[in-house]
Structure formats: structure tokens, C-alpha cells
T-cell receptor, first 118, second 113 residues
Framework: EPEVTQTPSHQVTQMGQEVILRCVPI?????FYWYRQILGQKVEFLVS????????KSEIFDDQFSVERPDGSNFTLKIRSTKLEDSAMYFC????????????????FGSGTRLTVV | GNSVTQMEGPVTLSEEAFLTINCTYT??????LFWYVQYPGEGLQLLLK?????DKGSNKGFEATYRKETTSFHLEKGSVQVSDSAVYFC????????????FGRGTSLIVHP
């Protein structure tokens, strides 16, 4: 069964450093997402990406965050200058279509990257 | 705005016990409702879904019924197994909005032999 692959599974970084989290979505999917979950809290939407541009973003996704699909297969989330409060599990997800019957098949998620900022 | 509220965990049960994990939602439109499961070290997987009122989603012995009158989508299983130990997330997707799923905070289930 096709999978969404995320690397690394765990990253530790010093406050103020830049990090890049990587995702390989399912190849025929068109919509890509980043979510995060701070320990014990809700899974929160960060950003959605379609047709090589951001289609929606939450208030969490400020100027410190950026996304890119550099080569047609990878989908990356960059945090420019990490803060302690960025420590969380980051999930990538993809879906073929977001409307119509295909939307109700649900999103395919990766296993997440646990980011620890020290 | 849309929101999902799940019961706090962890839920600890013995094998073959009955499981209920409560989920209620707030939505402006008529959302689709989902349960996702996350097994240790894995991503979130779609467990079941319901797209309209009174629909029952079911998979792997789990069931949930879309109750519009109580805005609920409680997850149930008649007889849990140790292998059901995981974190369960309730979510909604609002076709009147952006379709982007809104998740609850997850409920950890621990099943002892």
C-alpha cells in the first residue's frame, strides 16, 4: 500500500537553528499538508499546498515557516529559527483530491518527525 | 469555527472489554466525520468514516454512528484486543469550508492481556 514517508523520525536542534523536515507524499496525490502536535495537545493544521503554492495556512504558520516542493517528489517544511515552543511531532499528509467522493477516503499521513528544540 | 472534543485518556482496559471513546464536534455546516488510529511508531491511519447523519462507519470491529442531534461520533468496539492499543483521533472535514480536517487531541487506549 502506498505510504507517505517522513524523515528524519526524530530531530534534536538548538534554539535559533534552522531545520528542514522532509516528506515524500504519495506519487499521484495532488494536495499536501503539514500538521503538528505538541505533546498532549490537539493535532493542529499548519499549511496546505497545491499546484506548487500554498493554498491555506493557519495562524501558526508565520514568517518563520516555509514549505517547498523542490523536485516534484519531496515536500519540505522549513523552520527558519527554531524556538522551544516549536518542539512537537510534525505530520505530513497528502490526498488525491479534496472535493467529491475522493475527499471522504481520508488523508494519508506519514509517521511523523519528532522535533525537539533545546 | 469547527472543533472536535475527545475524552481524555489514557483509557485502560482488559482484553475483551467493551470500548467507548467519546467524541463531540462543533461545525458550521454538515461535516464528514472520521476516526484515525495511530499505532506506535506509525502515521495516522483512517479507521472509519461517516459522511451524513445516521451513517454508521465500521472497520476492524470498530463502529461509530454520526449523531447530528447530539453532535457526536463516539467510537465503540465490543471486545478489544491487545493489538488495539494505540492513539485514536476523532476528526471532521467540513465540505462547506476548506475540507481541511480538524482533529481532536487524541485518546490513548491501553489494552492489557
Amino acid at each position: 500500500e502506498p505510504e507517505v514517508t517522513q524523515t528524519p523520525s526524530h530531530q534534536v536542534t538548538q534554539m535559533g537553528q534552522e531545520v528542514i523536515l522532509r516528506c515524500v507524499p504519495i506519487s499521484n496525490h495532488l494536495y499536501f499538508y503539514w500538521y503538528r502536535q505538541i505533546l498532549g495537545q490537539k493535532v493542529e493544521f499548519l499549511v496546505s499546498f497545491y499546484n506548487n503554492e500554498i493554498s491555506e495556512k493557519s495562524e501558526i504558520f508565520d514568517d518563520q515557516f516555509s514549505v517547498e516542493r523542490p523536485d516534484g517528489s519531496n515536500f519540505t517544511l522549513k523552520i527558519r529559527s527554531t524556538k522551544l515552543e516549536d518542539s512537537a511531532m510534525y505530520f505530513c499528509a497528502s490526498i488525491m483530491a479534496k472535493t467529491g467522493f475522493k475527499a471522504n477516503y481520508g488523508y494519508t499521513f506519514g509517521s511523523g518527525t519528532r522535533l525537539t528544540v533545546v | 469555527g469547527n472543533s472536535v472534543t475527545q475524552m481524555e485518556g489514557p483509557v485502560t482496559l482488559s482484553e475483551e472489554a467493551f470500548l467507548t471513546i467519546n467524541c463531540t464536534y462543533t461545525a458550521t455546516g454538515y461535516p464528514s466525520l472520521f476516526w484515525y488510529v495511530q499505532y506506535p511508531g506509525e502515521g495516522l491511519q483512517l479507521l472509519l468514516k461517516a459522511t451524513k447523519a445516521d451513517d454508521k462507519g465500521s472497520n476492524k470491529g470498530f463502529e461509530a454512528t454520526y449523531r447530528k442531534e447530539t453532535t457526536s461520533f463516539h467510537l465503540e468496539k465490543g471486545s478489544v484486543q491487545v493489538s488495539d492499543s494505540a492513539v485514536y483521533f476523532c476528526a471532521l472535514s467540513d465540505p462547506g469550508g476548506s475540507y481541511i480536517p480538524t482533529f481532536g487531541r487524541g485518546t490513548s487506549l491501553i489494552v492489557h492481556p
